[in-house]
């Protein structure tokens, strides 16, 4: 046993248990405790988690994790490459500061605030790397494998999703460990999550970011891959998120469900995935509802929109009236000549009725802006006389 492991594991676990007097006690006494050692016969989750380097290597040789970096997606051959073969509990602190000497952060600021998001968060990377050691098939001759590019981080572990878990329902089906007393120590020693929140902790985390979600649709039946991008596509909804989080107490605060929720509403997603969130966060003041009827929708609120220095868009979302949709299809109906009640339809998206919208055209035509040839499915509308002329709506 690696003594330096043992001291680590059980300062871990009487912080996470509120027990201090817990790294007092006698290193066999622990490990017979946790069950890692079972009178004289030492368990293999005892070799993993707090076993020599050099035992490690001689019983499970596969038990090692792969850091390559590459500096481009497109090459094949690596930069550079670590091999980490320490038993667990010293071996994901060497693996994280690897992986974080070439994190980089990309600045954030609100008015007089600066703070930066990393690139890679490092709740996240060890969440990832954790379920990789723990939930992983020891039974397969594969390390897990991390690729590290400038903006991407892939980590590979043998094995497939444990049973019961997919990739339709990772938020939302507690996994049957496949390696159970190996899990039991590290959720004890608040490594991972039981039930399933790490993986809520590693998309909550990320999306909060204004990343891309992680992705998971490389996986199969013999491995798990984790793609994790490095790219902030949406720094407003990062401050907006980040916002909401830090004026909430701890037991209100947004879940990932919660996230994933304006998240969808902030990417234009009809339907919505769930409804009755969507109502919640309304009723909070975190989503705005628009339209009527049929047409009923929600926007992300005002904030967000000020935050992203976009107040016109925030505009044309809440205040549709005749000169809006004028706005909007005119530069349509000149660009193409002509079009059907359809495809203004999609020109408009949700943001008006079909009623208002037929109302509207009717409007349209009758101060001559618009005008219509055939009739029914057949009926086109085009630029009007009046629009021609130069007129105005009043």
């Known amino acids: 046993m690696d003594l330096e492991a043992i001291k680590v594991m059980k300062e871990m676990y009487a912080k996470r248990q509120n027990n201090p007097s817990f790294v007092a006690l006698d ?21 993993l988690l707090v076993g020599k380097e050099a035992f490690i290597n ?17 090459q094949i051959h690596f930069d550079n490459r670590m091999q980490f073969g320490q038993p667990f509990f010293l071996l994901i602190d060497k693996l994280w500061d690897a992986i974080n000497m070439r994190n980089g952060s990309v600045p954030i600021r609100e008015g007089s605030y600066i703070f930066g998001i990393p690139f890679f968060n490092e709740d996240v990377i060890r969440e990832v790397a954790n379920n990789a050691f723990a939930h ?18 892939i980590i590979i572990n043998a094995g497939g999703f444990p049973k019961g878990v997919t990739i339709d329902n990772l938020l939302t089906t507690p996994s049957i460990p496949r390696n159970r007393l190996l899990v039991d120590i590290l959720a004890k020693t608040g490594f991972v999550e039981r039930s399933g929140q790490g993986m809520d902790k590693i998309f909550l985390n990320t ?28 720094k407003s909804f990062a401050m ?46 975190f989503l705005e509802k628009q339209g009527k009827t049929n047409a009923v929708h929600y926007i992300l609120p005002r904030r967000y929109y000020e935050l992203a220095g976009d107040m016109a868009s925030y505009s044309l979302a809440t205040d ?13 109906l000149q660009k193409y000549g002509k079009a059907k009640r359809a495809d203004l339809d999609k020109v408009m998206g949700n943001h008006i009725s079909e009623k208002q919208m037929r109302r509207y055209l009717d409007e349209l035509r009758e101060k001559g802006l618009v005008k219509t040839e055939g009739k ?7 630029i009007g006389k009046g629009e021609e002329m130069g007129e105005e709506i009043e």
């Open 27 to 47: 290193d066999r006494q622990v490990l017979s405790d946790l069950n890692l050692i079972v009178g004289d016969r030492v368990t293999n989750a005892a070799v």
């Open 58 to 74: 001689k019983q499970f040789p596969q038990a090692k994790v792969m850091l390559e970096y590459r500096n481009t997606e497109a």
């Open 136 to 153: 992983r098939s020891y039974r397969i001759n594969s390390e897990i494998v991390v690729k590290q590019y400038p903006m991407k981080l």
């Open 207 to 234: 999306l909060s970011e204004g990343k891309p979600e992680p992705d998971y649709s490389e996986s199969d039946d013999f491995n798990v891959t984790a793609i994790l991008s490095a790219n902030v596509k949406d």
């Open 240 to 285: 907006f998120v980040q916002g909401i989080q830090q004026s909430m107490p701890e037991d209100k605060k947004l879940t990932v469900f919660d996230v994933m929720t304006l998240c969808e509403v902030r990417d234009g997603k009809k339907p919505l995935t769930n409804k009755q969130i969507a109502q919640k966060l309304e009723q909070m003041g």
């Open 320 to 332: 549709w009236d005749i000169d809006q949709v004028w706005a909007v299809i005119k530069p349509f």
């Open 376 to 382: 029914r499915n057949y009926m086109y509308y085009m």
